[in-house]
Antibody
Framework: EVQLVESGGGLVQPGGSLRLSCAASGFTFSSYWMHWVRQAPGKGLVWVSRINSDGSSTSYADSVKGRFTISRDNAKNTLYLQMNSLRAEDTAVYYC???????????WGQGTLVTVSS | QSALTQPASVSGSPGQSITISCTGTSSDVGSYNLVSWYQQHPGKAPKLMIYEGSKRPSGVSNRFSGSKSGNTASLTISGLQAEDEADYYCCSYAGSSTDVVFGGGTKLTVL
């Protein structure tokens, strides 16, 4: 059974940092591109970042470029999102999601809440 | 990286059919047959309902169907049931630099 389990969320002050993790199981993690998608309270889904299967290529939404870094450890079957210089507008539930060959997100984690507030 | 345009809300009675539109541009929806649709119940993770515009993953009811014309994709739900009440999001591949873009979401109310 495919499982994606996020962790690392919490309350952080503006300007602070946080690292999210997404532990994958039930599939060959190293074969899939992975994404982070976020959802602010009461708002819609917003794409955040993507990494290819071997970690050699990444991309970011303009709103997080230069502040967030996506990475992965295929030996540990884990996806990461390092978030620096956090702002109030980064407050959201962060989901990791697996993308398949049709560019659709076929599996999602349960999400982890990040709250940026003083 | 502008979001795709969806109506904020739609509603229908049990047994009826509804359609949710998703309008993009020639850089995303219009250029690729790679639109997907997601259902999200409150407090839950999104669930894939349609991929590649019109294909259903295993286990998704055939009451859900998708189509595309030009820069607009559509999700149709026939034979509405109470359990269909949820938020629905479209998503399109938008090229190697932008990756993917989501719609703003549509709240479906089953009356």
């Amino acid at each position: 059974e495919v499982q994606l389990v996020e962790s690392g969320g919490g309350l952080v002050q503006p300007g602070g940092s946080l690292r999210l993790s997404c532990a994958a199981s039930g599939f060959t993690f190293s074969s899939y591109w992975m994404h982070w998608v976020r959802q602010a309270p009461g708002k819609g889904l917003v794409w955040v970042s993507r990494i290819n299967s071997d970690g050699s290529s990444t991309s970011y939404a303009d709103s997080v470029k230069g502040r967030f870094t996506i990475s992965r450890d295929n030996a540990k079957n884990t996806l990461y999102l390092q978030m620096n210089s956090l702002r109030a507008e980064d407050t959201a539930v962060y989901y990791c999601a697996r993308i398949d060959s049709s560019h659709s997100f076929d599996y999602w984690g349960q999400g982890t809440l990040v709250t940026v507030s003083s | 990286q502008s979001a795709l345009t969806q109506p904020a809300s739609v509603s229908g009675s049990p047994g009826q059919s509804i359609t949710i539109s998703c309008t993009g541009t020639s850089s995303d929806v219009g250029s690729y047959n790679l639109v997907s649709w997601y259902q999200q119940h409150p407090g839950k993770a999104p669930k894939l309902m349609i991929y590649e515009g019109s294909k259903r993953p295993s286990g998704v009811s055939n009451r859900f169907s998708g189509s595309k014309s030009g820069n607009t994709a559509s999700l149709t739900i026939s034979g509405l049931q109470a359990e269909d009440e949820a938020d629905y999001y479209c998503c399109s591949y938008a090229g190697s630099s932008t990756d993917v873009v989501f719609g703003g979401g549509t709240k479906l109310t089953v009356l």
